[in-house]
T-cell receptor, first 113, second 118 residues
Framework: AQSVTQPDIHITVSEGASLELRCNYS??????LFWYVQSPGQGLQLLLK??????LVQGIKGFEAEFKRSQSSFNLRKPSVHWSDAAEYFCAARGLYGNKLVFGAGTILRVKS | EAGVVQSPRYKIIEKKQPVAFWCNPI?????LYWYLQNLGQGPELLIRYENEEAVDDSQLPKDRFSAERLKGVDSTLKIQPAELGDSAVYLC????????????????FGEGSRLTVL
């Protein structure tokens, strides 16, 4: 079955430190991959997406993600975290021939000053 | 350009009462989605519309949930009667259409309707 796994429920980093949020997917073929961010009481906002081509994808707010086919992973990174990055982050995938977007359970990011 | 608009933002009802949520997608977006987000979980698809047609409603509990998208624009999601376990956030999203056409695959989400059933 198609699935997306985010192994970390919570992550706490210090402001200014680097960040990596993990995401693994299970699909028959490489799906389209997305990272969304959700601030409390808000809808989901797209950070970045991967369809094909360069495996390092740049997004908004200084985020990037790297697609690794061999590991079925699409990890999100940011070199220096700001307090405003505290939110919940969702990795998602959709198959090449389907419109169903499947989400991981999310990772809550806390930023300490 | 306006984003996806949902109402109400918050709703508190007693169990067995009906409730309805409304969604206005981004203009020109043919595909509309309703997602359910339980606390501490990622969103799960309830139903997807391509224009007026519900093309994927396999996860919609049809005994109490119903949805419609008249004229292929606005949509409503109804629960009747509501149960305690229906307390959650109901997210509406829209996209241009099918990946591989002009659609980049991006879904645009509304802010959600938070339902509390007492």
């Amino acid at each position: 079955a198609q699935s997306v796994t985010q192994p970390d429920i919570h992550i706490t980093v210090s402001e200014g430190a680097s960040l990596e949020l993990r995401c693994n997917y299970s699909y028959g073929a490489t799906p389209y991959l997305f990272w969304y961010v959700q601030s409390p009481g808000q809808g989901l906002q797209l950070l970045l997406k991967y369809f094909s081509g360069d495996t390092l994808v740049q997004g908004i707010k200084g985020f990037e993600a790297e697609f690794k086919r061999s590991q079925s992973s699409f990890n999100l990174r940011k070199p220096s975290v700001h307090w405003s990055d505290a939110a919940e982050y969702f990795c998602a995938a959709r198959g090449l021939y389907g419109n169903k977007l499947v989400f991981g359970a999310g990772t809550i990011l806390r930023v300490k000053s | 350009e306006a984003g996806v608009v949902q109402s109400p933002r918050y709703k508190i009802i007693e169990k067995k009462q009906p409730v309805a949520f409304w969604c206005n997608p981004i203009s020109g977006h043919n595909t509309l989605y309703w997602y359910l987000q339980n606390l501490g979980q990622g969103p799960e698809l309830l139903i997807r519309y391509e224009n007026e047609e519900a093309v994927d409603d396999s996860q919609l509990p049809k005994d109490r949930f119903s949805a419609e998208r008249l004229k292929g624009v606005d949509s409503t999601l109804k629960i009747q009667p509501a149960e305690l376990g229906d307390s959650a956030v109901y997210l509406c999203a829209s996209s241009l259409g099918w990946p591989g056409t002009d659609d980049t695959g991006e879904l645009f989400f509304g802010e959600g309707s938070r339902l509390t059933v007492l």
